[in-house]
């Protein structure tokens, strides 16, 4: 009797174990490259954030899968000849998750806060002279004189993209957090099963009207074809891997390269390239102190690196990876080679010439390293190697990429705590234009880190912001492009792209800028 | 007994002062900056600047501790700088996890190595013996996540039979908890195992030779009493003080296996805090940790009285 109670026992004790297992139907379980903290994708640029908010908010233009804006929430724009007023209509049917109606007031206080934080909606702003909604489909937004990015701006995807938010919640204070997160996107984000560390939750959004286009990167018909998205935080990467081979979650977004191959090997696993662009690996100068307050100095790193070998020291298959001889990205409208094509060569004789006539006296390049990020920690190594072969003294300073992340701000010195340079990577979205590009801005004091003060730069970035033709938007690109070589802030190295790796049965992934989750299926 | 352990928490509070200003100074030399973390890679130094004056980052050092220190004494740990939440909720929000994992590990390791190392003493120099030693040695040498990736390889992947990783609250359903729980907990065991077998059978060994074993046995008890009873009862003492101790290296042993198997506890909560250096948070784990620690101190000293009625306090 006993043995018999014991055996029943544990039938249902295995029982509950594999119901434990089993995979509730229409879930789709991803594990993304962060845990997700902080859920205003105003206040942080964290790039989790803005993959949150493309979850739950929309956005009046978005990029597609080529990278050309086209309207999301808006229905149709015009704009006068002078380019001095801009008129969007909302489309119809647009509803927040809590079921009032989306107005032009809530995008009007939307496009404020976000102006009020990010660089881009900083510069938009400083141009509009009225941004009003005249009635409650109808957003008017008069310029102070023409400006040639306002829709590159409303249609930025990458980090702080312009979500529209109901008015009583766009209207918090830019520099503190909304409290309440209730958008208009194809999921709702469920507040009360998001746990930091663990776990963030998304329905679908049953009364979401998609445009009527197909889905195409982030614009077109946004259609949720999955009940629930769970967002599973897996801190470990090899943790990661194995949790898609047992099945235990459907996609990861950013599975690292060198673990590719095991995933590869499995049949029932895939590998899908969504954001094209990819990102950009770069060297940042620090301006401000020898070695690399000297121009030519910094021109001289150019000749003495290559790509190639940065590329493989980092991500290693050349599926993955591509050399890119512009300072725009490869496959963005503003890419080109011109002025470049003997640059990233390793052509160490010039690179020494440029040294000599630059008068370099051997000051020591502090290089910082960052040692905990894998797409990164060996980059400084490759490029300390090649340097030094062309003449550099390099001393590389092995840190974790938050310290990094401090020091940078830190405008002393080399040897008194400062830096001459790090390397980093940038998405590639975030660096489409002179003005979206921020290592371009060399405004001096007001630049980000590195500090570049170049006239010259600043008023060409001026006149591409005013530039309203394309045509003439390349050339003023390419005339940056040619300027960085005379003035360099920074150095373009390389792109990758990132795979996603997902079960079989998931289908309908998208090509986009940013993560896209809607479209997807699991069968 | 009840005078010595209220002198015994009296104690705690100037190591717990020690602590803090110990945490609190190491925090502020070590490189990072939270503000510069927060602002992103876009921002200028103005912003940086403005952040870090919001956070009061850029008040005096000994100004910053006496208001931390202050809103302590009151009870208030302060607020995440990255998560919209109190240090108080993001610690009760993450104990379960880790309470689960280190009670399961301490019952895994405790029910296998005693018994490991009394087999071990009692078959002193056979095979038995040799294996259980082997094992003991094994089991120390090897890194947590080697022994924890390998048996994710072996229960999880090739036999399917458990998950990979996650953590299942207990309030979600018992199955799902236990079936989370069990890898993680087996993992983190095999180095408690190893240590407490090896003290056990050294413990055991010195006092089979005693009088009152030659004793029991000539009364005719059976053997596994004379083990059980009489020699591990005996030998008790240095046991609980490396199963004590073990509890509390176990803090250290959380921050792999919780990273490893993927569990929301301390352990994470930890190394998110020190990797974002988000100041309150990093000290108030480390304030708990401290005075979890010098409790469990408490509790083994007590526990001696149980098993050796000598010791008197």
């Known amino acids: ?523 | 007994m009840f005078g010595y352990i209220l002198r015994r928490l009296a104690a705690t509070a100037p190591v717990m002062l020690i602590v803090a200003v110990f945490v609190f100074l190491m925090l502020r030399l070590t490189p990072g900056d939270p503000a510069a973390i927060i602002a992103g890679d876009n921002a200028n130094s103005e912003q940086v600047a403005a952040i870090r004056n919001s956070l009061g980052l850029d008040q005096p050092i000994f100004t910053q501790f006496f208001i931390w220190f202050g809103n302590i004494l009151r009870g208030d740990f302060g607020e995440s700088y990255f998560f919209k939440k109190t240090v108080a909720e993001l610690i009760i929000g993450r104990l379960e996890p880790t309470l689960a994992l280190s009670i399961a590990t301490i019952i895994i390791a405790v029910s296998v190595a005693v018994p490991l190392g009394v087999l071990a003493a009692y078959k002193q120099g056979t095979l038995i013996d040799k294996i259980v030693m082997g094992f003991s040695v094994l089991g120390f040498s090897v890194p947590v996540f080697v022994i924890g990736y390998s048996l994710i390889y072996l229960f999880a992947i090739k036999l399917n039979w458990l998950p990979v990783q996650g953590y299942q609250r207990i309030g979600d359903g018992f199955g799902g908890f236990l079936q989370r729980l069990i890898l993680p907990s087996v993992t983190l065991s095999v180095i408690y195992i190893a240590l407490i077998a090896r003290m056990t059978r050294t413990s055991v060994l010195d006092v089979m030779g005693e009088d009152y074993i030659r004793t029991a046995r000539a009364k005719g008890q059976v053997e596994i009493k004379v083990l059980f009873r009489h020699a591990l009862k005996n030998a008790a003492v240095p046991i609980i003080t490396v199963i004590g101790l073990g509890i509390a290296l176990l803090i250290g042993g959380v921050v792999v296996t919780e990273s490893v198997f993927t569990i929301p506890g301390l352990g994470r909560l930890t190394v998110d805090a020190v990797l974002a250096r988000d100041y309150p948070t990093i000290q108030a784990v480390i304030l708990l940790f401290s005075f979890v620690y010098v409790l469990i101190n408490l509790l083994v000293d007590v526990i001696y009285t149980l098993f050796d009625p000598r010791i008197r306090y």
Not at chain 1, 149 to 176: C, H, N
Not at chain 1, 358 to 379: E, K, R, W
Not at chain 1, 415 to 427: D, I, Q, V
Not at chain 1, 430 to 436: F, G, H, M, R, W
């Open chain 1, 1 to 523: 009797m006993v043995s018999r109670s014991l055996r029943l026992a544990t039938l249902a004790f295995a029982a509950s174990l594999a119901l434990g297992a089993t995979a509730t139907a229409r879930t789709l379980r991803v594990s993304l490259h962060s845990d997700l903290k902080i859920v205003d994708p105003i206040w942080t640029t964290a790039l989790i954030t803005v993959n949150h908010g493309y979850m739950i908010y929309d956005t009046l233009f978005a990029l597609d899968e080529k990278l050309a804006i086209q309207p999301q929430m808006v229905d149709r724009y015009e704009t006068s000849a002078d380019k001095l007023s801009w008129t969007f209509t909302l489309r119809d049917g647009l509803e927040w998750h809590d079921g009032a109606p989306v107005t032009a007031e809530d995008c009007v206080a939307s496009i404020k806060r976000w102006g009020a934080r990010d660089a881009m909606g900083q510069k938009l702003m400083s141009y509009v002279a009225e941004l009003a909604a005249p009635d409650v489909k109808t957003i008017r937004m008069t310029l102070k004189e023409a400006y040639g990015l306002v829709m590159q701006a409303l249609a930025k995807p990458g980090a702080s993209v312009p979500f529209m938010m109901p008015k009583r919640i766009a209207e918090t204070d830019p520099q503190k957090q909304i409290t309440e997160y209730v958008g208009s996107g194809p999921f709702i984000f469920k507040a009360d099963e998001w746990r930091a560390g663990e776990k963030a939750v998304y329905l679908k959004n049953t009364k979401y009207k998609p445009r009527a286009e197909p889905p195409s990167g982030l614009a077109g018909g946004k259609v949720a074809k999955v009940d629930r998205v769970e967002w599973i935080w897996i801190a470990d990467a090899q943790t990661q891997v194995n949790a898609l081979i047992n099945g235990e979650v459907d996609l990861l977004e950013a599975p690292p390269h060198d673990l590719l191959p095991l995933l590869a090997e499995d049949k029932n696993i895939e590998l899908f390239v969504f954001n094209p662009a990819g990102r950009q690996n770069a060297i940042r100068f620090n301006v401000l102190h020898k070695p690399f307050d000297n121009p030519k100095i910094r021109l001289a790193v150019a000749y003495a690196l290559n790509q190639k070998d940065l590329l493989d020291a980092v991500i290693g298959n050349a599926r993955w990876y591509i050399e890119c001889k512009s300072l725009f990205p490869c496959g963005s409208p503003l890419q080109s080679t011109r002025g470049w094509d003997d640059k990233f060569t390793s052509d160490f004789t010039k690179a020494r010439a440029l040294l000599q006539e630059a008068g370099y006296d051997g000051t020591p390049v502090a290089l910082m390293q960052s040692t905990d990020i894998v797409s990164l920690s060996n980059l400084a190594p490759v490029a300390k190697s090649l340097m030094e072969k062309a003449g550099f003294k390099v001393d590389v300073q092995a840190m974790d990429w938050q310290t990094l992340v401090t020091r940078r701000t830190k405008k002393d010195p080399p040897n008194a705590g400062g830096w001459s340079a790090f390397l980093t990577s940038w998405a590639s979205v975030d660096i489409l234009d002179p003005v979206a590009a921020s290592f371009l801005n060399a405004s001096c004091d007001k630049a980000t880190f590195g500090w570049p003060c170049d006239a010259e730069m600043e008023k060409l970035r001026d006149a591409f912001s005013k530039e309203t033709d394309p045509a003439r938007q390349k050339a003023l690109a390419e005339a940056v492009q040619l300027r960085v070589l005379e003035y360099p802030t920074h150095l373009p190295l390389g792109q990758y792209v990132q795979p996603q790796a997902f079960r079989k049965n998931v289908v309908g992934l998208l090509a986009a800028p940013s993560l896209a989750l809607w479209n997807i299926e699991v069968k």
